[in-house]
């Protein structure tokens, strides 16, 4: 096997024979190996070094420390060299914990000199690549990236996350307000991915009812319910091969938790019904809009699952934190929807951008989007007539849904008495009690749902239908 790039390498391991045989399978075809056997001769031979290791295999037992410990405390290793973490403790959580540390693999003894050569070589790619993005990085500052619009520092991070977990089989916990782009962002990694060309499949776990997610997730087979006319794949059979997305997964119930955590584990699922467990190659991002380890603490989400999913975690800045993003959004949407519209209007005037930029858009960039459409379908043009966008102080995500009724926040004000409804429509007397609910409930569907009677999925409709109005 010969290696595209030639790479240097520090091999970390206590065990002599071992050390010297990896050494002998790589040099063997045209990689440069220096040998540590304890960590403190590691860290010599690094500092030493004129230029960074492209690979080092990491031992986790050393004589001197405990590997992950050791890389724990160097944050900027794994920044300057791809890490392949080789150790006789194959468990999910050193797994989890070596993956937290930003390592390329983790290899469990006994290794097969293919899979260590084809592991390296990989790694040795890996890292020629990021050298050279992150080149590329540190002259531009880019407009967009995979879906996303905005120059900002903060979305400038995000790109540069959303590259750098790309390529890894570890999970990715999404979180953010509503509206912030969590599913732009499980799809930007999709995108950015080596499973770009395989399915995207996104399932929302809170809108649909309890007793069906299973089945919508894992498959079943014909008659293993009332109304399995048919045999069904599910979610994460349809995305064999490339990423399933969970979103608002803290709204799934604990007994179901259980078998997406068993799911996570082995790589297989089982169909409602069946007996047949099934290979399933995915994966698997998730994200939700609450905070997760609250849920865990308050024993609504499985603390093993947390940990499961949260392998990396990223976190979607609200657009009031992306300062000129506002207005370069604001434009592009402008564009878009003038296209659709079929009319022609000038660039955002400065009286439009100061208004745009002043406001605190707690709605975020759904917001933005829906006052935007509002106003390009209303507006004859050529000059965009934002009238009817009044700003306002910070207010929870659904203010801008209340306001396209002409009435105030409903997630922030009690429904009024019967004098105040007056000249409102039972359309808009309907949406201002059901978000009065949805905010008492900590903005949690299902529980909202419950409290009125009312299935989540019929929630779900309602809200998709009343912010296609607000658009």
């Excluded at 879906?147 to 520092?153: E, H, K, L, T, V």
């Excluded at 399933?244 to 169909?271: A, H, Y």
């Excluded at 009435?407 to 009690?414: E, K």
């Amino acid at each position: 096997m010969t290696p595209t790039v030639a790479a240097r390498i520090l091999v970390v391991e206590d065990v002599a024979s071992l050390a010297m045989t990896y050494a002998a399978h790589l040099e063997g075809i045209g990689h440069t190996v220096d040998i540590a056997d304890s960590g403190a001769a590691a860290r010599q031979l690094i500092d030493s070094a004129t230029e960074p290791y492209d690979v080092v295999l990491l031992d986790l037992q050393l004589p001197d420390c405990d590997g992950l410990d050791w890389l724990a405390g160097q944050p900027e290793l794994a920044e300057k060299s791809s890490i392949i973490v080789i150790t006789s403790d194959g468990s999910i959580k050193r797994a989890i914990a070596a993956m937290r540390l930003g390592t390329y693999d983790f290899l469990v003894k006994p290794l097969a000199a293919e899979r260590l050569l084809t592991t390296v070589r990989n790694a040795a790619e890996h890292h020629v690549l990021a050298e050279e993005v992150k080149v590329v990085r540190s002259l531009t500052t880019r407009d967009n990236f995979q879906g996303f619009i905005g120059r900002s520092s903060a979305m400038q991070a995000v790109y540069r996350a959303v590259e750098s977990v790309a390529d890894s089989k570890a999970t990715v916990f999404i979180t953010g307000e509503s509206g912030s782009g969590k599913e732009v962002a499980a799809e930007a990694i999709h995108r950015a991915s080596r499973r770009h060309e395989r399915p995207f499949v996104a399932i929302n776990c809170g809108a649909i009812p309890e007793n069906l997610l299973e089945s919508e997730l894992f498959g079943h087979i014909k008659g293993a319910f009332t109304g399995a006319i048919d045999n069904r794949l599910g979610a994460a059979k349809e995305a064999d091969g490339g990423t399933l997305f969970l979103d608002e997964i803290c709204e799934m119930e604990l007994k179901l938790q259980v078998k997406l955590l068993r799911f996570l584990q082995t790589g297989m699922i089982q169909r409602v019904g069946s007996s047949k467990p099934e290979p399933v190659d995915v994966r698997v991002i998730c994200a939700t809009n609450r905070d997760p380890t609250a849920e865990v603490a308050a024993g609504r989400f499985r603390e093993d699952l947390f940990y499961r999913l949260a392998v990396i975690p990223l976190e979607m800045p609200p657009l009031r934190e992306r300062g000129s993003d506002v207005i370069q959004l604001a434009q592009a949407f402008l564009e878009r929807f003038a296209r659709e519209e079929h009319k022609h209007f000038d660039p955002l005037s400065v009286d439009d951008q100061a208004k745009l930029g002043a406001y605190n858009w707690p709605g975020n960039v759904r917001e933005l989007q829906n006052v935007i459409r509002r106003a390009v379908v209303m507006s004859e043009g050529p000059a965009l007539n934002l009238a009817d966008f009044a700003t306002a102080p910070a207010r929870p995500a659904l203010a801008a849904e209340g306001a396209s009724f002409g009435m105030a926040n409903p997630s922030t004000y009690a429904p009024p008495g019967i004098e105040g409804l007056s000249g409102l429509t039972l359309d808009a007397i309907e949406r201002l009690v059901i978000e009065h609910v949805i905010d008492a409930n900590n903005g949690s569907l299902p529980a909202a749902a419950r409290s009125l009677g009312i299935s989540p999925s019929t929630l779900y409709r309602k809200r998709e239908r009343w912010s296609g109005i607000a658009a």
